[in-house]
């Protein structure tokens, strides 16, 4: 494949500047609450709420891998989640003693869930990826239940036997006296480290960020688009399709572990219900990518910003927070899909605007 083929399909080579841009935005938003941070005038509220921000801005922009950029609609990318964050909770919990340095326990977390989560990820998509539309998202979404619903009832232990696990309960673990239970079923994973801070999770977005933007200008990325624009075209020139929804569904899952592990070592007590690693959470990832526009990193990333904390925002409202929440984005999805609104929106748009000031010289110009 060569750029030559790409063209042939049709597919644009992206702007590098557009990702400058949401780089810097990125960026200059760091800059901004770190200084807010450093004059302690930072509430409790906000200060609560920039942790899961990062952890959003990642499952975020790592699913519309695959919705926008693959074209594949995944409904799973909360069980991705649910590994990521179990695996490496895990592990800190069992290593807590053995590697005392924090910041090295925690590297080496990172890497054990984002790596599970992508084994995970390319374990599904062998035979998921034959499959697509509403069947994939049928198939994805199961993925998700099966993941969280397995470890919902999983107990394992050890002791100086090795180690012990029950799909029953504690009591079946059957553990010695010096025994100790890891994983308690429902009641999850409890005492794992608190290492998650804003500044690693900052850390975590911008290495999805710059891998997603290079991957999006790359030429990987123009033949992956290509695939979502017309399968049959990309194929006849030499496309490998599934290798290719392979890598994407295979990365897209390791940024969603380490996400798992940001939220994993943000809570005292780790459990796998609903809201967590279920339906819910699965849907609330994919509304961030069609809020903020299928195909749209900068997007997916001011949409995880704004949608995170507009419902801790408007808690003062009691009772009226749920529903200006719920009509704010349906004001959104109207402004971002209407045609007429979207027309509106070019029209005045700031580059429109210059454009047609710099028309309207040249012409006053050839007049004169």
Do not use: Q
Not at 9 to 22: C, H
Not at 214 to 236: F, P, T
Request: charged share 15%.
């Amino acid at each position: 494949m060569n750029e030559k083929a790409i063209k042939l399909l049709g597919g644009k080579r992206p702007k590098d500047k557009n990702s400058w841009i949401t780089v810097s935005i990125v960026v200059a938003l760091f800059a901004v609450i770190e200084i807010i941070k450093s004059t302690g005038h930072i509430s409790n509220l906000l200060s609560g709420l920039l942790v899961p921000i990062c952890m959003y801005i990642t499952l975020a922009v790592s699913l519309n891998l695959v919705v926008g950029i693959l074209g594949e609609l995944s409904l799973g990318h909360a069980g991705f989640m649910c590994v990521g964050a179990y695996s490496s909770a895990l592990f800190s919990l069992v290593t807590k003693d053995a590697i005392p340095m924090t910041w090295l326990r925690f590297t080496i977390a990172f890497l054990i869930g984002g790596l599970v989560a992508a084994v995970f990820g390319l374990l599904i998509g062998i035979p998921v990826l034959r499959l697509k539309g509403d069947y994939l998202a049928i198939v994805t979404l199961a993925f998700g239940e099966i993941i969280k619903n397995l470890v919902t009832i999983l107990h394992l232990g050890v002791d100086k036997n090795g180690i012990h696990f029950s799909t029953e309960s504690i009591a079946a673990l059957h553990l010695e006296e010096d025994g100790t239970v890891l994983i308690k079923g429902a009641l999850g994973i409890t005492g794992v480290p608190k290492s998650s801070t804003f500044e690693i999770g900052f850390i975590i977005v911008m290495i999805t960020l710059l891998v997603s933007l290079n991957l999006v200008n790359s030429a990987k990325g123009r033949a992956i688009m290509a695939i979502r624009d017309n399968r049959i075209a990309a194929e006849s020139v030499g496309i490998n399709i599934t290798t290719y929804k392979l890598f994407v569904f295979s990365l897209s899952a390791f940024f969603a572990g380490l996400a798992g592990v940001l939220y994993s070592h943000n809570l005292a007590t780790l459990t796998a219900n609903t809201n967590n690693f279920g339906y819910n959470m699965s849907i609330s990832i994919l509304l961030l990518v069609v809020l903020g526009g299928v195909g749209s990193i900068r997007g997916s990333v001011i949409a995880a910003i704004i949608l995170t904390a507009l419902p801790e925002l408007l808690r003062g409202l009691s009772d009226y927070r749920m529903l200006i929440y719920s009509i704010l984005l349906i004001v959104i999805m109207l402004f971002n899909a209407s045609p007429k609104l979207v027309a509106l929106r070019e029209r005045f748009s700031l580059k429109k605007m210059l454009k047609r000031k710099k028309d309207n010289k040249k012409e006053v110009r050839a007049d004169g």
